[in-house]
């Protein structure tokens, strides 16, 4: 595969969360794939650098500059001016980039679309969407900016159907200015324990008996960290008693620091344990007896497709793109209606109580992932749209809108 000019990826961190993780994995695979040039720009730094800095050249910019210019824009825009003075201003904060003739600029969320849209000066210009509308409402300017930001770009890739819906009917995009390639992954490796994963994380501690229900993501309220309480409280005190891990996420925040006082109130200190950031997240998603997500909005967890990898089963809130894998693998009954954690606890339950469904739902999600979400299949779909000329047009799509075979 041949490259077709210059490809400049602008990011807005490189936190360990779901877009930049994709970026780390497409990254990596277009290194050893292709021989395009490729470059990136973070808006701000993170534990994901020095990966990258592996992979391809990076420069971070200025976390305090950008930020003065992106506020400076938005008051501009807010007062009415909407032309010459915020566009200035947003050109300005563009500089440190370097700008293409005839190559393309991705923005790699709608976060970095307001840096990366300047810097498409004469270059084809991509948004990689990754948010869904309470992310995308917040990081995007206001109207009437946001509908000239938005109007220019070339082509929206959508990381999900659920995330292609709200480009179109929620931001007014034609569907063919829309191309949607669902999240992919490499297969997990899976460690080796010496002694039970939790008893491991915990310092050997014994936390007692019992299955173990486990969440990736974020410690957010977005990732609905209240609702996991609610549910390991719910099932602690029926008969399957499991042990919970939340893995992942900011252990030192305010809403990790909430999630631990309601678990104390919960009688759950001992039963329910946060873990981190970890590099051994494949071998404590494989010891799960089942993988939850209680998310109120996630375009497309990661965490999800990483557990059906391992043949988990998962149970999901009905809320973006986790929800229309399950389906698509045949486990349309774990997923549950938003918010309903009482119908999420019959479910994860009667799983617990049921190992040989539970273990038919995992292999089912299991072939699903990996006949469609690796990334030996998946990436060459994203590469061949932000390859293509700017004069080729978006691709054609199916009704579903998924681009790809």
């Not at 992954?185 to 007692?208: K, L």
């Not at 990483?306 to 894998?325: H, I």
């Not at 047009?393 to 579903?400: N, V």
Request: net charge neutral.
């Amino acid at each position: 595969m041949t490259a077709r000019g210059r490809v400049t990826i602008v990011g807005h961190d490189a936190s360990c969360s779901g877009a930049p993780l994709q970026l780390e994995t497409w990254l990596r695979w277009a290194t050893s794939h292709t021989d395009a040039e490729l470059s990136l720009v973070l808006l701000r730094g993170g534990p994901l650098v020095d990966r990258y800095r592996s992979l391809v050249p990076v420069r971070v910019l200025d976390d305090h500059v950008w930020r003065l210019m992106d506020r400076l824009s938005s008051g501009l825009d807010s007062v009415g001016r909407t032309d010459r003075l915020a566009n200035a201003v947003r050109s300005l904060s563009a500089r440190p980039i370097r700008r293409t003739n005839g190559g393309t600029v991705v923005a790699n969320t709608l976060a970095a679309l307001p840096i990366a849209a300047p810097a498409a000066s004469g270059a084809r210009l991509v948004a990689h969407v990754h948010e869904l509308d309470h992310v995308a409402d917040r990081v995007l300017p206001g109207a009437p900016a946001r509908q000239r930001l938005l109007d220019r770009v070339d082509l929206f890739v959508a990381a999900g159907a659920p995330v292609a819906r709200m480009l179109e009917q929620r931001m007014g995009i034609h569907r063919r200015r829309i191309a949607v390639v669902e999240p992919f992954i490499d297969p997990p490796v899976v460690g080796d324990f010496a002694v039970s994963p939790v008893n491991a994380v915990s310092g050997g501690a014994d936390t007692g008996g019992g299955p173990l229900v486990v969440s990736v993501g974020g410690i957010s309220h977005r990732k609905g960290t209240d609702r996991f309480v609610d549910l390991m409280a719910m099932l602690c005190g029926g008969p399957s008693a499991p042990k919970g891990l939340w893995i992942g996420g900011d252990l030192h925040g305010t809403v990790a620091a909430e999630m631990r006082s309601d678990l104390a109130r919960a009688g759950l200190g001992d039963r329910v344990r946060l873990v981190g950031q970890r590099d051994d997240v494949a071998s404590l998603v494989a010891a799960a007896d089942v993988v939850v997500s209680t998310a109120r909005e996630d375009p497309f967890p990661l965490g999800v497709l990483e557990a059906g990898a391992l043949d988990r089963p998962v149970v999901v809130f009905d809320s973006g793109g986790a929800a229309e894998v399950l389906r698509s693998s045949g486990n349309a009954g774990c997923v549950i209606p938003l918010g309903d954690t009482i119908a999420m606890h019959d479910r994860v339950a009667s799983l617990l109580a049921e190992p040989a469904e539970a273990g038919r739902c995992g292999r089912t999600l299991g072939a699903h992932v990996r006949s469609v979400h690796l990334t030996d299949r998946v990436a060459p779909i994203l590469w061949s749209l932000l390859a293509s000329g700017p004069s080729d047009g978006p691709p054609a799509l199916r009704s579903d809108f998924r681009a790809g075979p």
